[in-house]
């Protein structure tokens, strides 16, 4: 067994560098299923990011019924080369149907927390400068408002303060251990 100290940075390096690219990604395919605006600054900083392996995924993988294929299978290579990295480096031979079932889960947890972290943002913004423009706070509405409407046609508001932001994460929160927590452990077993 080598040096904890150097697998510890190791694991951590290969964290960080595949989680900033692996989030571009994700908010690339977040924002195409959500349609947000693609002429938004912050949308065209992110396509231009994420555009180069794309661009040539999209040769030889095409879309399916309005879903981006190619980002999708960016996404799991990606997650599944990060958790082999990881694991190598502390001295795992992780198998392939383990690292895909990880992978997925891991993916759609990320896209779970993405949605969370932008309600909660989108609250706070509520509260500081309800009512002001910005490009990122478009974005944020393009990101909630399909879990928020449907929890506020659910709950009314109680005398101007809206309830749906916490049912939305409340509801987000038991997807992620009831449905997502398990699929992990299901490929953890099996790595």
Same mark, same amino acid.
């Given at each position: !067994?080598?040096n904890?100290?150097?697998?510890?940075?190791?694991?951590?390096?290969?964290?960080?560098? @595949?989680?900033?690219?692996?989030? *571009?990604?994700? $908010?690339r $395919?977040?924002f195409?299923?959500?349609?947000?605006? @693609? &002429?938004?600054?912050?949308?065209? *900083?992110?396509?231009a990011?994420?555009?180069?392996?794309?661009?040539? %995924?999209?040769?030889?993988?095409p879309?399916?019924?309005?879903?981006d294929?190619?980002?999708?299978?960016?996404l %799991?290579a990606?997650?599944?080369?990060?958790?082999?990295?990881?694991?190598? #480096?502390?001295?795992?031979?992780?198998?392939?149907?383990?690292? @895909?079932?990880v992978?997925v889960? !891991?993916?759609?947890?990320?896209?779970?927390? #993405?949605? !969370? @972290?932008?309600?909660? $943002?989108?609250?706070?913004?509520?509260? #500081?400068?309800?009512?002001?423009?910005?490009? *990122?706070?478009q974005?944020? &509405?393009? $990101?909630?408002?399909?879990?928020?409407?449907?929890?506020?046609?659910?709950?009314?508001? %109680?005398g101007?303060?809206?309830?749906?932001?916490?049912?939305? #994460?409340?509801?987000?929160?038991?997807?992620?251990?009831? *449905?997502?927590?398990p699929?992990?452990?299901?490929?953890?077993?099996?790595?």
């Amino acid at each position: !067994m080598g040096n904890p100290y150097v697998s510890d940075a190791g694991t951590y390096l290969v964290s960080v560098v @595949f989680g900033l690219y692996t989030l *571009a990604v994700m $908010l690339r $395919l977040l924002f195409q299923i959500v349609r947000a605006d @693609f &002429y938004n600054p912050l949308s065209q *900083a992110i396509v231009a990011l994420t555009n180069p392996p794309l661009r040539q %995924l999209r040769r030889f993988i095409p879309g399916l019924k309005g879903i981006d294929l190619p980002s999708v299978v960016l996404l %799991l290579a990606l997650k599944m080369t990060e958790l082999w990295l990881t694991l190598f #480096i502390r001295g795992a031979a992780p198998a392939l149907p383990g690292l @895909f079932v990880v992978a997925v889960a !891991m993916l759609l947890k990320l896209a779970v927390y #993405i949605v !969370m @972290f932008a309600i909660i $943002l989108e609250v706070v913004l509520s509260w #500081i400068s309800p009512g002001t423009y910005n490009p *990122a706070t478009q974005l944020l &509405y393009s $990101l909630t408002r399909p879990v928020l409407r449907p929890a506020r046609r659910l709950i009314p508001t %109680l005398g101007g303060l809206d309830l749906s932001p916490m049912v939305a #994460i409340v509801f987000l929160q038991i997807v992620i251990m009831l *449905a997502l927590n398990p699929l992990e452990d299901l490929g953890a077993r099996w790595l």
